[in-house]
């Protein structure tokens, strides 16, 4: 910007007493003549920002929505006729009905004159009369209307109702209200954490390599170090804790405080479950060095093999009753769930809650003060968190259909999940871990020479190319692993397993041959 | 931290393998003795964050929580029976119905099997029957579920619609969805934009001073410098253009370069609306060296004098017509609007939106990643932007009840803002602008000697001071005028004019009567 000067300054007083030129009421101005000063670029803007990454919405899928446009106008220039959307957890988008008991509730919240109609609704079938029930007590608690500001750390009832399933969930280690923060889905919870964890670039964030890439994006943007500890693909993306011990260690040796660790359980992309014992190694590892772990959970409920999910906050109990000297009672744990995953894919929603463990009263304080400053999270939001965790109980009136909507969700994504995973697996080229957990498949592809130089000489990475190439010819949008974060020389692709059909199952290995075909060494 | 060093590491491999006591499953971890590290305090935390202030949510609300809980519990040692809650615009906690119209659509979108029962709701008068056809045009433009992401910019149906209404609004002035980001209210299009503008410590931004105090919170958080433009309050809170330009300029001299002003129109907390020509001088400052132009509109519909607000968006594009050279075409504009105010309320829903004019492609799509990292706002707030902004019209059924309801809410909030105000005008130390807009009173306090003694002795500021002891005599939640800046040895108090009846403006004068009796000089 060229600089001005005071010579240059307009002379307001004069202009508006004087010289302008007025055309009757205040509507003109002083026409004294300047340059007009240039637009902002991206150098005038945060370099953190215009650093951050975020390919689930990246390069790939803002194709397909040009893809999408283009196939609603020349349909016939395509080789397609739909675009999968693949790329993002986003289930309601494609098949997958919201709960009827849930929708049922929040639509009287949102119309609270509908508690007059109770019996003429439940009547005709169009309500069951536990919702109205459920629906008044929510009310209640929130002061009368979805539409008042609540609490910044959210409803005091839903926090209760929050705590309870906690407890219920952890086998009978407590919750408390206090400690749970309502939030505008999990990725809200994720960036309050890091926004205030993140000091300075001493500070270092521990995340798994993959990972979802809020993650990398936020560090980024918060100006801190991401430490990458790698998980293990050949053992089904597990977590090893010498691995993470090393990288702290090998931290605080190059001057960078390792400060949070971050636990994506299930895995988001590998769909990993951890156990027992390697959640214990990782508490053990924040207790010793003075760690946060940040656990994101939100995929708790979307487990497909034979596996159990364990809280953190279950194992962290357990291990401070099994050491009563205290090693654990230091251990600060904020787990994060999601209205948007599980069997209530209330993605649109933003429901959310984190759990704070541990943490001093001093750091409490402030994430409520930066809760305040967004005033509070969604309170439709808030009511599906309530809902998402506490279904109909037997005997209500909603009960069985609940039940059976839970079900069918449930085992229509484990269904899906295995299709896709039994298509990879007799393919050529492609090497994929057995769906455990989450919505996501992560396969490795063993790309030729051919297919890499292919891709160098477009300027893409390798994996890149393939979902490019993918996009293209079926119209599924993926996301590439390099999005994700990846052993260097390992190409992946991320996938959902949401999308409706088989047709695309289909379409995508019809592709993935060809393209092996034609790139073969 | 004490470092750790690598003789301290533990034995993963061997103590998972060999040294570890089973108790059955895998549910036992190492047992290797360790110093337990220290939990974080507020040093360890991101000092940015730390330093900021948001007094809406600060010491004096925090206390009227305290005392809410103590009158549930132990009414009788309270001298009042209620806290009323005048510190922030939060009108449905108080006596302020939604808006039915709005309601009826978003609980069908909540619940869109409740198409199928339009006849027998219809009937019953439980509905009115546009109502099904707005939800049914809303459902389609949103994809069929409010569970599912939009785009992260919005639905692009409902941009459209806003688009519209500005078109409208501004007396023909076009408008284009490809500019309008819907957000979560309008406190998230404000610090999405100055999260990515806040560049460093040498960037300023220019605030009115006094303020809506997330602006010097984003602007602390964000690490940038706040570079204040006081409102005359003798005139109304007027915004001088003078006192602006000199402050560019004084602050380019110290190397800080002014890159956003934040007009706030109208007022909050001054309650004052812009005209036309300061509009016009504001835009020309911000033409001729190049300062981006954040205006908070969301107080537009809540206008009670005969005065006009005029947007800035329409000011702009009439000194681009009048000025064919150019002068004007780089003027980049961020203009914010919010379902939570005008006679919407609906705040706990979180809707609002952004209308971008004239930031290049580079610095949007800047704004457009950061959106996605949030991966889209609510969608039932994207909603409500719509409803609020295309009320029913002529000829629809729920045409004249929305017209009345929406007159009501506005002459009532108008009704009790003057009551508010003639009050305050019959008493001793304390001066009070008129309200022209926005739902808050800003008067100035006299204040003596003597209470200003006392407040110092007690370690408060002097409104501080006085806002704490209204608060302790009579329930009546306010914020002190420093937690919105003001000019060096002035006080004042911010109060909404939301809370029903007339008794709490009572008890406000009484104990205004009497502290002024009990400290003066």
Redesign the interface.
């Known amino acids: 910007?060229i600089?001005?000067?005071?010579q240059?300054?307009?002379h307001?007083?004069t202009s508006?007493s004087k010289k302008r030129q007025h055309t009757g009421?205040?509507?003109?101005?002083?026409g004294?003549?300047?340059?007009?000063?240039?637009?902002?670029?991206?150098d005038?803007?945060?370099?953190n920002?215009?650093d951050?990454e975020?390919a689930?919405?990246g390069a790939i899928p803002m194709k397909a929505?040009e893809l999408e446009i283009q196939l609603s106008q020349q349909p016939d220039l395509l080789p397609f006729n739909a675009i999968t959307v693949a790329n993002?957890g986003?289930?309601?988008?494609l098949d997958q009905k919201?709960l009827?008991f849930s929708?049922?509730v929040?639509?009287?919240l949102?119309?609270p004159?509908?508690l007059?109609?109770e019996e003429?609704?439940v009547t005709?079938g169009?309500y069951k009369r536990d919702a109205f029930k459920r629906a008044a007590v929510l009310l209640e608690q929130?002061?009368?209307?979805?539409?008042?500001?609540?609490?910044?750390q959210g409803v005091y009832g839903i926090r209760e109702s929050v705590a309870d399933f906690i407890t219920r969930r952890d086998e009978g280690e407590t919750a408390s209200p206090d400690d749970i923060f309502l939030t505008?889905?999990a990725?809200?919870a994720a960036?309050y954490l890091l926004?205030?964890?993140?000091?300075?670039s001493s500070t270092g964030i521990m995340i798994p390599i993959p990972q979802y890439p809020?993650y990398t994006?936020?560090i980024t943007?918060?100006n801190s170090v991401m430490l990458p500890y790698y998980l293990d693909e050949e053992s089904g993306w597990s977590t090893?804790?010498?691995e993470i011990?090393?990288q702290?260690?090998d931290s605080?040796k190059r001057g960078v405080?390792p400060?949070v660790i971050v636990v994506i359980n299930p895995g988001n992309p590998t769909g990993a479950v951890l156990?027992?014992?390697t959640i214990?190694?990782i508490?053990?590892?924040a207790?010793?060095?003075?760690?946060?772990v940040l656990a994101d959970e939100v995929y708790q409920n979307n487990i497909y093999k034979g596996v159990k999910f364990h809280s953190m906050k279950k194992v962290l109990r357990?291990?401070q009753r099994?050491h009563p000297n205290?090693?654990?009672?230091?251990?600060?744990l904020a787990s994060m769930h999601s209205t948007?995953k599980g069997v209530s894919?209330?993605?649109?929603?933003?429901g959310g809650y984190m759990e704070l463990v541990?943490?001093?009263n001093?750091?409490r304080q402030?994430i409520l003060?930066?809760a305040?400053?967004?005033?509070?999270?969604?309170?439709?939001?808030q009511a599906l968190v309530d809902l998402m965790l506490n279904p109909p109980r037997e005997g209500d009136d909603s009960y069985e259909l609940d039940v059976r909507e839970r079900k069918e969700i449930h085992n229509n994504m484990k269904t899906r999940g295995y299709l896709l995973y039994d298509t990879f697996q007799k393919l050529e080229g492609i090497e994929c871990q057995e769906p455990q957990g989450a919505m996501y498949l992560f396969p490795k592809l063993l790309l030729s020479k051919k297919a890499i130089e292919e891709a160098k000489s477009l300027g893409l990475q390798p994996d890149e190319f393939y979902c490019h190439r993918l996009l293209d010819t079926t119209g599924i949008c993926t996301v590439p692993g390099s999005g994700f974060g990846q052993k260097e020389g390992t190409y992946h692709v991320r996938t959902t397993f949401l999308a409706p059909g088989t047709q695309w199952i289909k379409d995508w290995e019809t592709f993935h041959k060809a393209f092996y075909d034609k790139y073969r060494d």
């Open positions: 910007m600089l001005s000067n005071e240059k300054q307009m307001w007083t508006s009421d205040d509507s003109t101005v002083s004294l003549a300047f340059e007009p000063a240039r637009k902002l670029g991206a005038d803007l945060n370099k920002i215009i951050a975020y689930v919405r929505e993002i986003n289930p309601q988008q919201p009827t929708r049922q929040v639509s009287i949102q119309y004159p509908l007059d109609y003429q609704l005709s169009a929130i002061g009368g209307s979805v539409g008042a500001y609540s609490l910044a505008d889905g990725s809200k960036t926004s205030i964890l993140c000091r300075d809020l994006a936020s943007m918060y090893k804790a010498e011990e090393q702290v260690i605080i405080t400060r156990s027992f014992d214990a190694q508490l053990t590892i207790a010793k060095y003075g760690i946060v357990s291990l099994d205290g090693e654990y009672d230091n251990v600060q948007s894919g209330e993605c649109g929603q933003r541990g943490f001093s001093e750091v402030v003060k930066l305040s400053i967004s005033i509070c999270s969604v309170v439709t939001g």
